[in-house]
């Protein structure tokens, strides 16, 4: 017995994008009872040069879709970095976990020595499967949904690290 | 063919453990450049109920050192919450990779199924090994080493995601 290259991605992607989408509905909340414009935590950056709000969920999306669509060896879906809205991410969210959830564990199971190469900063860098999904994958998407939870979090959002972490 | 409980996380630890204690001496350096009392990163929150980032370096070790101990069925070596300066978070993070280190993939592969229960918000929560891991340890350790980064990054400090990610 061992962790299938399935249970080590599908079920931990959506769990983790579930509880981002609930953690964006507390932003929503949060920003209609003080009256802020919403516009103001979407577009927010923790330093000048990093990421807004909007990015750090879009980039979480697809750090899980390019994910599981290169461990099973299909195309990556294409999804148009155009949300402006709380509910304009809430349904980016469920479409990625749409898509994620739509691959069978026998489509990604036995990818572990699978060669997938990475466009990163303009180089290719080559990953065997596991390598990739436990290297790159997972961590990359953490940093996205945990940057998106410090960014709501320092604009007072009263979320907790449990709305993070759900029931795994 | 498949993941090992090892291979999910020892090296893991160990990766991201290593490149945080690199983006330490980039604070460190930061720090000296500007000429700014460390204790002003050190104790920076992001918001006032959060944990300021010595804490978080701290949590992240005990993430690490925690999961690898409950999955081998050792005793959890513990470590007092003294650091005060880059130095020491510096030194907490070596010993505990240390530790993490120690443990052989003997002790902790077929540990999916271990009975492992943490004590959550003053509640018993029961997990089996692998759902213990990939649910709970790693978001967890992965959450606390990206705030730490973006402690640093709100302050002015130049790191970047390749930091974090480091050489998987």
């Not at 609930?22 to 209609?32: C, N, P, R, S, T």
């Not at 802020?36 to 330093?47: G, Q, T, Y």
């Not at 809430?90 to 036995?110: C, G, H, L, M, N």
Request: charged content about 25%; overall charge positive; hydrophobic content about 45%.
């Amino acid at each position: 017995m061992a962790i299938s290259m399935y249970q080590a991605s599908v079920p931990r992607f959506v769990n983790i994008l579930s509880n981002l989408s609930a953690i964006l509905d507390k932003a929503q909340a949060h920003v209609e009872a003080k009256k802020i414009d919403p516009a103001a935590l979407i577009s927010f950056r923790l330093f000048p040069d990093m990421l807004p709000m909007t990015r750090q969920v879009q980039i979480a999306c697809d750090a899980a879709k390019g994910a599981v669509a290169r461990l099973a060896g299909v195309e990556v879906p294409k999804h148009e970095d155009t949300e402006q809205t709380f509910a304009e991410l809430k349904a980016r969210i469920a479409k990625t976990i749409e898509f994620v959830q739509s691959i069978k564990p026998e489509q990604i199971d036995r990818s572990e020595d699978r060669d997938i190469t990475l466009k990163l900063g303009g180089k290719e860098i080559a990953f065997k499967g596991m390598q990739f999904l436990l290297g790159n994958a997972l961590p990359n998407f953490y940093f996205h949904v945990t940057t998106t939870y410090n960014i709501l979090r320092h604009n007072g959002v009263e979320i907790g690290k449990r709305d993070y972490l759900g029931n795994p």
